[in-house]
């Protein structure tokens, strides 16, 4: 299978792409460490696929937080004694705000989880992955890492800085043998819009239109999604490094 004898930490793992990164990776024969906030989806997953024979640990945290980072690695190398892939997937939106009404608490926040979760994540995934002779970290920036129009400014900037993450790793470590590589979804099937504020009127009012003439209709399946990640991830990628792949159904073309 693709990834037997490999181990995988997803974050955001309970639901959405990332739910369907789980199930993928487990089906390939990878060890999974799945990574969420929210505790009851989380064990919810891990028990489903026990069920299944799967080795798999989750692990409730928090992405923007340091400590929990490196809690939720040192649960992969103590479960299962490596490092193969990390799938930064966790991610929130912003609610299309722009700039003048975000507040430094949605900023703070967006960024936090979208762009500082990434890079703690890789910072300390790294010296591991090099330690073992190598390893893969696919990161999911989105549609708005590819354009100003896709969304609010704190998740177009978060997810901007998402892809000079990912080529400046591709960079430094490519030739020690990690690859970094992106995701860009466009419309995906997923809650990742559930449970926030209401979206800000002005910035939807702008948006909106310019995603309806310039966006195809197909909205993504999350399992779309994983495959394309699942591929990146995979040593059938081995001479991919430092791309930035846009699973978007044709919207980037535009």
Request: charged content about 15%.
């Amino acid at each position: 299978m693709r990834f037997e004898q490999q181990v995988a930490v997803v974050t955001g793992g309970a639901s959405g792409i990332g739910r369907a990164l789980v199930q993928r990776f487990v089906a390939e024969g990878a060890a999974v460490v799945a990574v969420d906030v929210v505790e009851g989806p989380l064990q919810a997953l891990v028990a489903e696929q026990r069920e299944k024979g799967a080795r798999i640990t989750g692990v409730t945290a928090n992405v923007a937080l340091d400590g929990d980072i490196e809690r939720m690695l040192t649960a992969a190398t103590s479960a299962y004694g490596r490092l193969d892939v990390l799938c930064n997937n966790a991610g929130v939106m912003d609610m299309m705000t722009p700039a003048a009404d975000v507040s430094l608490e949605q900023w703070d926040r967006v960024l936090s989880i979208n762009l500082n979760g990434p890079f703690l994540a890789c910072r300390r995934a790294i010296p591991i992955m090099l330690a073992q002779g190598g390893g893969s970290i696919v990161n999911t920036a989105s549609e708005a890492a590819l354009r100003g129009g896709a969304a609010g400014t704190p998740y177009t900037v978060s997810k901007h800085g998402l892809l000079g993450l990912t080529r400046s790793i591709a960079f430094f470590y490519g030739e020690r043998g990690i690859r970094c590589n992106a995701v860009c979804p466009g419309g995906v099937a997923t809650n990742i819009g559930l449970g926030g504020a209401a979206p800000n009127q002005e910035g939807l009012a702008r948006v909106m239109p310019v995603i309806q003439a310039a966006a195809p209709t197909h909205v993504a399946a999350p399992e779309e999604i994983a495959a394309a990640i699942s591929f990146l991830a995979s040593r059938e990628a081995s001479n991919i490094n430092g791309a930035i792949l846009a699973v978007d159904h044709g919207w980037s073309a535009v």
